[in-house]
């Protein structure tokens, strides 16, 4: 006969058990998994990274007063800002001078190729755009047009996100593909699930970012209304002469 007597079972601390041999036998194989488990984990943890990241976010203190800065991950941002050009471009290439050297002291480069330059500016007459050089590299200047992207976002010289709503927009539509093939009347998913499809694909999108775009004029952002009721239209099964009030009840 099998002998279910009680034993004691203690496990790192915790509250004593009275447990009989088959459950104390799982639990032994449970905690071992456990122990062997987390062992795996700490061998994949790259603690050079972990240490990396954390001297990566001192290199902000090395920034002069008057030029300020951002740090995410690997993506670092200064700026300057004045009336006078000459004086901004100056603080600005005191600063790329300052974090050359901090780089250069603790293994870590700035890429020229990957760094752009951008001036925000509301003047209309010409001026000049300003020159910085990473160790003798002159800094590209972005493009007027298409702005310059960083973190998702599209900002222009003027700061009127026209650019990056209209990229936006650009990727919204394609993106109405998906439901438009989804919302096939005979095998196509339901409303629930078009609508989840919709906020996964297109509305999260869309809300990345709107507290920084939402300055932008009424007329640029009405852009996007479009997007958002011809995604309703399509979940919904509606036409596309059907209001839009009616979509939001």
């Known amino acids: 006969m099998r002998d279910n007597s009680a034993t004691l079972s203690v496990y790192r601390g915790y509250d004593v058990h009275t447990l009989p041999d088959s459950e104390r036998i799982a639990e032994r194989r449970l905690n071992n998994l456990t122990i062997k488990a987390l062992e795996h984990a700490e061998k994949l943890v790259d ?3 972990v240490f990396g990241i ?6 902000l203190y090395e920034l002069p007063p008057s030029v300020q800065g951002t740090l995410y991950v690997d993506n670092l941002q200064i700026s300057a800002q004045g009336s006078n050009i000459c004086l901004n471009e100056w603080q600005l290439q005191n600063a790329v001078n300052k974090l050359s050297s901090w780089c250069d ?3 870590h480069t700035l890429s020229p190729d990957k760094s752009r330059c951008l001036h925000f500016c509301r ?7 300003p020159v910085i050089n990473i160790r003798s590299t002159i800094i590209p200047v972005a493009d ?4 310059l992207a960083y973190l998702g976002e599209i900002f222009d010289r003027k700061i009127t996100f026209l650019p990056h709503i209209l990229h936006l927009r650009k ?5 109405l593909n998906i439901l438009k093939v989804l919302s096939n009347i005979s095998w196509g998913a339901d409303r629930t699930s078009l609508l989840r499809i919709y906020q996964t694909i297109i509305l999260s999108r869309i809300d990345y970012g709107c507290m920084v775009y939402e300055s932008a004029r009424p007329s640029a952002l009405r852009r996007l209304d479009t997007i958002h009721h011809s995604a309703l239209r399509i979940c919904c ?8 009030e009616s979509h939001h009840l």
């Open 47 to 49: 603690y050079d990274d």
């Open 54 to 59: 954390g001297r990566r976010s001192q290199i």
């Open 105 to 107: 002291n603790y293994g």
């Open 123 to 129: 003047k209309r007459n010409l001026h000049a755009d």
């Open 144 to 147: 007027v047009i298409h702005g």
């Open 171 to 175: 990727k919204s539509e394609k993106s």
């Open 237 to 244: 099964g509606a036409f596309r002469t059907s209001p839009v």
